[in-house]
């Protein structure tokens, strides 16, 4: 029984509904009903486990998108990842992003 | 000699870096560093004044793109638009939005 590593820890923000279709740096069109999410350096199709210590809601995403592009920021999650972790009216919170085992 | 019709009043924001060469809903590829915006309903190739009260300073950008897709905000502002009115920081501010004359 392995413990989930602790990846990073700061404020994750979710998409713009611009960005529906549009195309991610892993080349595959982004769409906000999938659980996928942007981080600056995990490798694309990383499967990591985005909390919040707050509510204790959490949510796995695949990364397959570069960002986030505003500083303090550590991950961009799509819109239904941020409806899972109840954070579309707040916009942005704090998260603990943790790997898969 | 005419004077400035008031369009609209409320928040600006600016484009994620995200967007940056992406298609726009005219067709155009989006352009940080054009003096471009998003308004929900203006006709593609609208030119219109945006000011901050706050601070007196303006710019004038053409419409080449629909949003923005936050409640509460009125105008999308490239980059190098919303650099003009000294909102980078900020990230968001109230404006005014009036006809070119």
Redo the contacts between chains.
């Keep these: 029984h392995e413990t989930p590593e602790l990846i990073d820890k700061g404020i994750a923000s979710f ?5 529906q279709g ?2 991610t740096a892993s080349g595959e069109p982004f769409d906000q009903q999938a659980l996928t999410a ?1 981080h600056p350096s995990l490798p694309f199709g990383t499967e990591v486990i985005v909390t919040r210590p707050d509510n204790g809601r959490e949510v796995t995403v695949l990364i397959n ?1 570069r ?1 986030p ?2 500083r303090g920021r550590i991950i ?1 999650l799509s819109k239904r990842a941020a409806r899972e972790l109840g954070m579309i009216n707040r916009g942005t919170v704090p998260v603990l992003v943790t790997s898969v085992q």
């Design positions: 998409y713009s509904d611009r960005f549009q195309t942007a998108d960002g592009f505003v961009d």
